[in-house]
C-alpha cells in the first residue's frame, strides 16, 4: 500500500530559502534525513516509515525543491541549518534517523545539541575514515556501477534505481543531470575527498539513546565503521542486518523501521 | 598572429596495450609506469624543443599544469618556465597556467609569476585555469561546488597583490592573509597578460570579458568542432559590448606539417594514434565531478569534452578521418596554411597554440614539423588581421627594451687561484 506523501515548503525565515518537507502516516513524530541520493519517487523507506510513524522527511538544499544550497558551505553550516528546520517544524526533541549522508548530518546535530536529540538512529552513517576500510569514491562512479556498489541483491537494486527514468529522453536527462549536479554538488560539500569533517572528535557528547544499522553487504561504506560509531557514540547499540547493502534501507525495509520502533518505543 | 608553439609533455613509454590493462590515463594510472630514468631524457628533451620553438620564430612557448597524468608531465609548470627563462629572451613564456585554486595561499602564485616575469625581462603571460576536475577534484582533492568560489577568491587576491603597493589584510573565506605584501613585483604593471584555458563552462566568458583577458580554448578534437562554443564566446562579447579584437580568443590545435599529404601520415600517423588512443584514455567517472560544472553551464549544454562519448572513439579514428573531421591539421604546408586559415577565419582567433610535439614523437620529427610549420606556414599566416594591426597590446606582453641575453657559463676551472681571499669555502 502506497501511502501519499504531502508535500510542503516550510518557511525559516531570515531571508533564507524554504525547504521542502514530505510528511506521512501518523503516531509518534519522526524526523528522516536522507542520503546522498535523496528521496525516490514512492521512496520505500519513506513509505515504510510512515506505516508506523509520523514522519517528516526534509529535503536538504539542492536536493528537490529545496533551495539555498550555495548558502551551505560546510559541514557545520549544513548541521546548523538541519537543526533550525527541525526547530521550525516544531519538532526539537523529536525522534532522529539519518541514512548515509543523512546519518552523518545527524550526528553531528546530536553531538553539536545533546540536549536536543532524545533518540537517534544512524543507517549506515558516512562521517568517519578508516585506513583500512577506505570508503569507495562514490564521485567517481558510473549510473551503471551503483547496483553493485549499494545493493546485496544487485538485480532488485538495478531495478529500484532505474525505475520511472527514461535515460534515453533528452529532456529527461538533461533534467537528470542537473538534479544530480546539485544533489551531488551539495553532499560533496560534506563528503568530497573524504568523508570526514572531524566527526570522530565529537561522537562522545552524544546524549541520545542510539541505535547503528547497517547492512552486512555494504561495499560503499563497510559494516566494520559500525563497531567505530557504536564504539565512540556512549549510549549505542549496533545492528547488522543480514544480506543487506549499503541501500538496506531500500532492500530491508521492514527490518529496518522495526528495529527504530524498538529504539523509539523503549522506555 | 600570435603563435605559441606548446608542449603538453607527454609521456612517450605508454605500452600498446595500455587501453586494455589500465583504467585511466589520469588520476589512478599507477607511478610505476613512470621510469625516472626515461624520464630525465623526456623532460631534457622537450625543454630543448621549446628552446627550439623560440630560435624558429614562435612568438610563444608554453608549458601548462596536469596531476598524476601522463600526458602531461608538468605538474609544476612554472619550474618549466624557469629553466625556459633562462635559455630563451625572445619568446613570451605562455603558462597556462596555474590552477590557483590549489595553492594555499594563492599569493604564491603572485609571487611566482612575478618571479619568473622578472627573471625573463617582463616576458610572461599568466595563465589562470579553473583546472580540470580530474586535476583540481580528484586529484588535488578539492570540493567540486567551492572550486569556482575559491578560485575567484583566488584571482581577486592574486591581482590586487600585483597592483598594491603597501602590505594589505586580506580577509577571504579560503585565504586570510594580515599581511598579503606580494615581494617582488611584475616588471608588466599592473599585471602581465592574463589567458584564461575554458573548456566550455559559460562563465568563463563573461569573466574573460570583463577583464580584458584572453579566453583560450584548450580542445584536443580540433578546430572544426569549436566552432559552436567559440560561436557562443564572439556572441557573448557582442551582447556585452566589448570589441572584437581576435587577440581576445586563443585556440589549441594539434598540427603536422611535412614536405607532402602523404608523407605527413607516413611520418605522424602512428605518433597521433598513440596520443589519441593511449593519452587519452581518461576514465568516464573522472570527467565531471558532480557540482564542478554549474547548472547554468549544464543548462547550456555545454559539457566538458572529457565527457563526450565521441572522445573515446577518437583513438578508432583513420588518419583521413582525423584530417577530414579537423581534429588535426596535418599535410603540406599548402595543406596546413589552406587549413589553418580556415580556422582563423572561423573562431576569429589571433592566437594558436600549435600542438606540434604529439604523443610519442621523436625528436627529429618534432623538429622537422616545427621548422615547416615556421619556415613554411608561418609567415603566410602573419597578416590574417590587418584592421587590428596584427597585435593587441592589452594581450600580449610588454618585455623590457634592454632585458638580458642569454649568457655562456662562466668556466669554471678547478685549479684557479682564488682571486681574494674571501672567496670560495675553504679547504
Keep these: ?267 | 598572429m600570435k603563435f605559441t608553439w606548446f608542449n603538453l609533455m607527454p609521456w612517450p613509454h605508454l605500452s600498446e596495450d595500455f587501453r586494455e590493462t589500465n583504467r585511466s590515463v589520469w588520476v589512478d594510472i599507477p607511478s610505476r609506469l613512470y621510469d625516472p630514468q626515461k624520464g630525465h631524457h623526456v623532460y631534457n628533451t622537450y625543454l630543448d624543443q621549446l628552446e627550439y620553438a623560440e630560435s624558429l620564430g614562435f612568438d610563444g612557448i608554453g608549458v601548462n599544469e596536469h596531476h598524476a597524468n601522463a600526458y602531461g608531465l608538468m605538474p609544476s609548470p612554472n619550474l618549466m618556465a624557469a629553466a625556459l627563462a633562462r635559455r630563451t629572451s625572445k619568446a613570451a613564456l605562455v603558462v597556462l597556467g596555474n590552477s590557483i585554486a590549489l595553492y594555499n595561499p594563492p599569493i604564491r602564485v603572485a609571487e611566482e609569476f612575478a618571479m619568473l616575469d622578472v627573471i625573463s625581462g617582463g616576458r610572461l603571460v599568466a595563465g589562470f585555469p579553473v583546472g580540470t576536475s580530474m586535476d583540481t577534484n580528484y586529484v588535488y582533492g578539492q570540493v567540486p561546488a567551492l572550486t569556482r568560489e575559491k578560485y575567484a577568491e583566488a584571482h581577486e587576491l592574486i591581482i590586487r597583490a600585483w597592483a598594491e603597493d603597501e602590505p594589505f589584510s586580506f580577509n577571504g573565506r579560503y585565504t586570510q592573509l594580515r599581511y598579503a605584501n606580494c615581494w617582488p613585483k611584475p616588471i608588466q604593471a599592473p599585471r602581465p597578460p592574463v589567458f584564461i584555458p575554458g573548456g566550455g563552462s559559460i562563465e568563463t566568458y563573461d569573466f574573460c570579458i570583463e577583464n580584458d583577458y584572453a579566453y583560450s580554448y584548450l580542445s584536443f578534437t580540433g578546430y572544426k568542432r569549436a566552432q559552436l562554443l567559440m560561436d557562443g564566446f564572439w556572441e557573448r562579447v557582442d551582447e556585452m559590448g566589448a570589441d572584437r579584437s581576435p587577440y581576445r580568443a586563443g585556440f589549441a590545435q594539434t598540427i603536422c606539417v611535412a614536405e607532402t599529404d602523404a608523407e605527413a601520415k607516413e611520418l605522424y600517423a602512428e605518433h597521433v594514434n598513440y596520443f589519441f588512443n593511449r593519452c587519452l584514455h581518461v576514465y568516464p567517472g573522472y570527467g565531471d565531478a558532480p557540482g564542478y560544472r554549474t547548472v547554468k553551464t549544464i543548462k547550456k549544454g555545454a559539457l566538458s569534452q572529457y565527457t563526450r562519448s565521441s572522445l573515446g572513439s577518437l583513438g578508432k579514428l583513420t588518419w583521413e578521418e582525423l584530417v577530414a573531421d579537423g581534429h588535426i591539421i596535418a599535410g603540406s604546408p599548402e595543406t596546413v596554411t589552406e587549413k589553418m586559415k580556415e580556422l582563423i577565419n572561423g573562431l576569429k582567433v589571433g592566437n594558436i597554440f600549435c600542438l606540434l610535439h604529439i604523443g610519442n614523437m621523436t625528436n627529429e620529427k618534432t623538429m622537422l614539423s616545427s621548422r615547416l610549420f615556421a619556415e613554411e606556414v608561418m609567415p603566410h599566416l602573419r597578416d590574417m588581421w590587418p584592421e587590428w594591426g596584427n597585435h593587441d597590446d592589452r594581450f600580449w606582453i610588454h618585455p623590457l627594451e634592454d632585458r638580458l641575453e642569454p649568457t655562456v657559463p662562466i668556466a669554471v676551472t678547478p685549479n684557479a687561484a682564488p682571486s681574494n681571499s674571501n672567496g670560495g669555502a675553504a679547504s
Design chain 1, 1 to 267: 500500500m502506497s501511502v501519499e506523501p504531502t508535500i510542503r515548503m516550510v518557511e525559516l525565515g531570515q531571508g533564507r530559502a524554504p525547504v521542502e518537507v514530505w510528511q506521512a502516516g501518523q503516531g509518534t513524530p519522526l524526523v528522516f534525513l536522507h542520503g546522498a541520493g535523496g528521496l525516490m519517487p514512492d521512496d520505500r523507506f519513506f513509505q515504510a516509515l510512515a506505516g508506523q510513524f509520523h514522519v517528516h522527511a526534509p529535503l536538504l538544499p539542492g536536493y528537490g525543491g529545496s533551495e539555498g544550497e550555495d548558502e551551505l558551505k560546510d559541514m557545520l553550516d549544513t548541521t546548523l541549518h538541519t537543526g533550525d528546520v527541525i526547530d521550525a517544524l516544531g519538532l526539537t526533541g523529536a525522534a532522529l534517523v539519518g541514512h548515509s549522508m543523512g546519518g552523518m548530518i545527524a550526528a553531528e546535530l546530536a553531538a553539536l545539541a545533546p540536549n536536543d536529540v532524545s533518540r537517534l538512529a544512524l543507517i549506515a552513517p558516512a562521517g568517519l575514515w578508516l585506513d583500512d576500510h577506505p570508503v569507495e569514491d562514490l564521485f567517481a562512479k558510473l549510473p551503471f556501477e551503483l547496483p553493485e556498489l549499494l545493493f546485496h541483491d544487485v538485480a532488485l537494486g538495478e531495478s529500484l534505481l532505474t525505475a520511472g527514468l527514461d535515460l534515453e529522453d533528452p529532456a529527461f536527462l538533461s533534467e537528470f543531470l542537473i538534479g544530480n549536479a546539485r544533489r551531488l554538488g551539495m553532499a560533496g560539500k560534506l563528503l568530497f575527498p573524504i568523508p570526514d569533517r572531524g566527526l570522530s572528535r565529537r561522537l562522545h557528547r552524544i546524549k541520545a539513546r542510539t541505535l547503528i544499522l547497517w547492512g552486512a553487504s555494504d561495499r560503499l561504506i563497510s559494516p566494520v565503521y559500525g563497531d567505530a560509531f557504536a564504539a565512540a557514540i556512549p549510549n549505542s547499540e549496533l545492528e547488522i542486518v543480514a544480506e543487506a547493502g549499503h541501500l538496506v534501507t531500500m532492500e530491508k525495509p521492514g527490518r529496518v523501521v522495526d528495529a527504530i520502533a524498538t529504539l523509539v518505543n523503549a522506555g
